[in-house]
């Protein structure tokens, strides 16, 4: 029994976050997507708005469990069995930020990390840009699903 | 007639940013220089001047016109007719990032991206590089126009 | 009147290729593709071939001329008035050489070099890649148009 | 059940290559070592050999199977009903021409790629740079294992 | 005599820094660590401690001197006649970066930047990685000496 | 008494390899200049006129020798006592394959290699670009001292 975990802040769900999740449940038994809640970094919603959308999308999938993580991304694995993190990667910039991280999640833990290139048609978006846009009117309907969209109006409209 | 915008904080414009502007204008009909005024991020020099200190840069170019923009920019380009976003390349480190935006805003609304490398010897020259260095009273005379000299000067030893 | 030149080998003509062709073709009034032909570099296609491709793909576009060129793309550029090189830009990789390539042309010759992102569903296709999958019988449908992909079955099958 | 391959020259297998074999062994339950018959590029070692020293190096693992290969990796997998690739990654360098090749393999077979980075000690190492150390007698004990140092040796010093 | 400075701020030392310094001394008469004092940025250890860890970890290197500075590193190189910053580089991210700010210092004031590549075992080793897993209760006895283990300890028990 | 050695095929030495050979000069007590020939790989001058060209260029640096080496560069620099081996960096490209290269000589031998920026204005000048402009009849003059556009001159018009 092969487990692993998708780990981020997903502020909000993106469909490239979503394809990075639907090959990690193709690839392994059990998937845990663990949304990071840090206190000290502002986000637009809630880890428990956060939790709701991702389990929308994947609800689909028999496999994938969401959870909030707080602290160590290795102690969440020890705690669940998990041995192996899947990264989502998109054409350059964070990759070697990603390795670093990956060698010391492995130097401290052993969990191993491995990475899925994203699909090109989903490789340029991001949770902050989606926000961005939206914030000001834009159009991010092929970027996010369709109940992302409606709770990104009623968040951006409503008081901050 | 084919129209571009050089987008940019440009707190204060250097002597890199000139170059990238002189070479826009040479290549399109028309260049707009879009100041992106985000008010959630600190910057030295007030919208106002950083505008004032273009027009006294690009004034010698007969086809160039400043404006300040909030906002996103592939709206200020559906407003005025632009269809190229024209950004200046430095040596590596911000590609990655810089073709992501491109692809969003063309996925968005059609607003094509075009690349020119920065001139070798500008391109080390940065904004926040130009700030820090004047800052210690560091001599940025080789990077910035001499009338940019002296506002730094005016800003750095008057009032935070 | 500003004129444009795409260079490459063309061996043979992508579905990326002609995604860029066509962005130089709305960019510029007259854009010449330039077929770089190596004599010291062994090509599936010969020239003849790679241009008759090349034609046919932008018959369409009303201002572009293929053409053959043998020696400095910078003499081609003069010969032609042409001040502006447009390059594709796939993620990553050849990023630097590229740079390296324009800041060498500008030097030489004052014609400027334009950087223009690769459609992301293309950004992955190179000619290399297509030859070699098309050699082991794999399927590169998706990836050159129907009258590239009869030349690659003829030219694959007959006498190497 | 799922099946993975690791593709390569392996010319020979480095300590580097055997750290990522170990590692796609603990996550799949299957894996083949794929050993590219290139015949118009030179190699060291015939793949026999190649073989026999894989075979040698993973033979305590009791999921890993050795075998050669020529044409399309993804036709090497179809037939095996492999649905995933594993590659080493070394820092940086490579790492956009992978990309790019996990992204047509995915296009044209649904073939997914998985990156797993290289153990920091091994990263340095790759199979051109043993060969050309001992080549000219430098030491490479700490790169290869010893089978490996034997073999290396007697190949160096006979008839090339 | 030649001098050189290694500029950090050493937030806290680990064991990368002290590879660094230990090649610096190695190649250099004279070197200076330079702790750089940023009272706009928060830190964990306080200038005298980070000095301090400093002070140890180097006091087996006869030809090391561990200093605050405040201000732009050109100024701290032109007051104590050292003409030669050195950098470690770890894998990728923070090159482009650290040539802009040579190309900067060499522009400014003459003084040379070299770049030493860090150990392969500590290429993803960085302060902040070490503050954020210690925080949360992880083991960073293999990144960092003993004495700052125990100091790491003290700092996050105690009030923040 | 510190000794280094720039490495390199030097052919032709360029403006950029002056600069960088002038550097190592600057820091360094003794340099040697080692001239790679490799019998298997084609070249336009002979290493006698590599070695020429050289010795004229540095002629008026008091402390640096040019030689031909054979072989591993780590044998080069154990006979002769020399420690360190210094390499200009262009932008980019092939920062990750010289790291793998530094990691392997300090492994194989304690070697240490430092990286030194290459100016801005000779970050894109390469021997390779040089010899192809000169061989279509293209301007090299601001590329390479007068000396070297004579012989290039000689060696392009005559048998080759």
């Not at 609800?59 to 192996?84: H, Y």
Request: hydrophobic share 45%; glycine share 8%.
């Amino acid at each position: 029994m092969r487990r692993a975990v998708c780990p981020g802040s997903f502020d909000p769900m993106t469909n490239g976050h979503l394809d990075i999740i639907g090959r990690a449940a193709a690839l392994f038994d059990d998937v845990y997507v663990a949304v990071l809640v840090n206190e000290s970094k502002r986000s637009l919603f809630e880890p428990d708005e956060r939790i709701a959308i991702l389990e929308q999308g994947t609800q689909a999938m028999g496999n994938v469990k969401v959870e909030a993580f707080v602290g160590l991304l290795v102690d969440f694995c020890a705690e669940r069995s998990i041995d192996t993190i899947v990264k989502g990667l998109r054409a350059g910039g964070d990759f070697d930020y990603e390795v670093q991280m990956a060698q010391m999640n492995r130097t401290l833990s052993g969990v191993e990390t491995v990475f899925v290139p994203t699909a090109p048609q989903w490789s340029f978006v991001s949770s902050s840009l989606v926000k961005e846009i939206a914030r000001f009117g834009g159009d991010v309907e092929s970027l996010v699903p369709s109940y992302v969209l409606d709770r990104l109006a009623r968040r951006l409209s409503g008081p901050s």
